[in-house]
């Protein structure tokens, strides 16, 4: 199966920092979301993203397809933006909509 | 858009104990799928739920241990079988919409094995 790779692992800041998080993945993908999974273990939406640039308040995330990376942007961090980021896709040959996880990034915001 | 409600979203079980988890969509969906996220892990795909057919289950999963039924195309259960503290895990249930292709999940169902 494809293969998803986040970066960085983990990542510790202050309240107000901002910070990029990166998505590598191994092949053509007709399906990118980035997901928020909170202490409770709720996966939260954040963007469907399968190319080009979307922005939802202080969040922020592109996908270049053709390099095969998205990056997700946090702008002025708060502390209830602590939890993982997944990245997941769907390969191009796929109709059933399975998604590969990357192994996430550990985000700790500190106020 | 499509809430997915998931039942129970806790509990404790007994090791060799069988407990069925429920997952209910808002609207009529073309795929459901089950995932387990074993502790400080990312999301493993358990099985695609079928509607009317036996589920297609992804290597390492089988259907004696991990049984779903998808009765219609709003609802799925998934039941962990003989469970031992290795299925100590989150069992989430997603969902992809007919008229797109974003993937929604249920909040998910933290099982405990003791």
């Known amino acids: 199966g494809i293969q998803v790779e986040q970066s960085p692992p983990d990542l510790i800041l202050q309240e107000g920092a901002n910070s990029t998080l990166r998505c590598n993945f191994s092949d053509s993908v007709n399906n990118l979301q980035w997901f928020h999974q909170n202490p409770w273990g709720q996966l939260i939406n954040l963007f469907y993203?399968?190319?080009g640039t979307k922005q939802n308040g202080r969040l922020s995330a592109t996908t270049v397809a053709t390099e095969r990376y998205s990056l997700l942007y946090i702008s002025s961090s708060q502390t209830t933006d602590s939890g993982v980021y997944f990245c997941a896709v769907v390969d191009r040959g796929s109709t059933l909509g399975r998604l590969y996880f990357g192994r996430g990034t550990q985000l700790t915001v500190w106020p | 858009s499509a809430v997915i409600s998931q039942k129970p979203s806790r509990d404790i079980c007994q090791r060799g104990t069988s407990l069925t988890i429920q997952c209910q969509v808002d609207s009529q969906v073309t795929m459901m799928f089950w995932y387990r996220q074993q502790p400080g892990q990312s999301l493993t795909l358990i099985a695609t739920?079928?509607?009317?057919?036996?589920?297609?289950?992804e290597s390492g999963f089988v259907i004696d241990k991990f049984p779903i039924s998808r009765p219609n195309l709003t609802f799925s259960t998934l039941t962990v079988s003989n469970m031992s503290p290795e299925d100590s895990s989150i069992y989430l249930c997603?969902?992809?919409?007919?008229?797109?292709?974003?993937?929604?999940f249920g909040e998910g169902s933290w099982l405990t094995v003791v």
């Open positions: 739920a079928n509607q009317g057919s036996e589920a297609t289950y």
């Open positions: 993203i399968p190319s």
């Open positions: 997603s969902a992809r919409t007919n008229s797109g292709n974003t993937i929604y």
